[in-house]
């Protein structure tokens, strides 16, 4: 009998023990973070740009193609242009940016950093490794749309390669990054990417030839 009790007691034990270790994992996994995943799936509170003609700022954006945002533009004046042109290698270029506001959390304006970051002609495209910064300003955004535009000298080429434009803050943060960069875009709709091919700056104030387009292997499916 006493063996038995003893083994009566060691399972009981165990079992106790068992359910305590399950209550606990069950604890904390409830308060755990969640992952980080698109948080803006049926309603837009946050500044956003547009991957495509026809986004409306949800997460995660499905359309393609996504690497020429029609918020994201070079234009030869810093008042803005209907459609990007290309950079000029030693020039004066104007990187133009649309951001859209429908009140970020019912708080009205918002204030942030818009940074810009480039990938180097026909190189790779791993974030971040790969990107050079360009520059970046401090905007506030109020209700609605607003045009942000800096100047940019340091065109690299001429050549083929991409700009993309970073808007993040303090109530608008990132809601994904990972290495792919055509992940990160379609995840926050606060990154907007552009396609680009510079051309240089000719003597006598001429442009050289377009660098013919890098024909895009990436998957949009």
């Not at 133009?96 to 970020?104: E, I, M, Q």
């Not at 204030?111 to 506030?140: C, D, E, N």
């Amino acid at each position: 009998m006493a063996i038995s009790g003893s083994r009566l007691r060691r399972a009981a034990t165990a079992l106790l023990a068992g359910v305590a270790l399950a209550g606990l994992l069950g604890a904390t996994a409830t308060a755990a973070p969640p992952e980080a995943t698109p948080d803006r799936l049926m309603t837009v509170t946050d500044v956003w740009m547009r991957d495509v003609a026809g986004d409306v700022g949800l997460q995660p954006h499905s359309g393609y193609v996504i690497w020429a945002s029609p918020d994201l533009k070079i234009c030869p004046t810093a008042a803005g242009c209907s459609s990007s042109v290309p950079p000029v290698v030693g020039g004066t270029n104007h990187i133009v940016t649309t951001l859209r506001n429908p009140g970020p959390y019912g708080e009205g304006a918002d204030s942030g950093t818009l940074a810009f970051y480039r990938s180097s002609p026909s190189g790779s495209l791993v974030w971040p490794t790969a990107w050079t910064f360009v520059t970046s300003v401090i905007v506030t955004v109020p209700p609605g749309v607003t045009t942000v535009s800096v100047p940019w000298i340091s065109v690299p080429g001429p050549g083929h390669f991409s700009l993309i434009a970073v808007w993040q803050s303090p109530t608008d943060p990132l809601v994904l990054v990972t290495p792919d960069i055509l992940t990160n875009v379609r995840h926050n709709n606060n990154i907007v990417w552009r396609d680009l091919d510079s051309v240089a700056l000719l003597a006598g104030g001429g442009l050289g030839a377009k660098h013919p387009p890098a024909v895009r292997t990436t998957s949009v499916g």
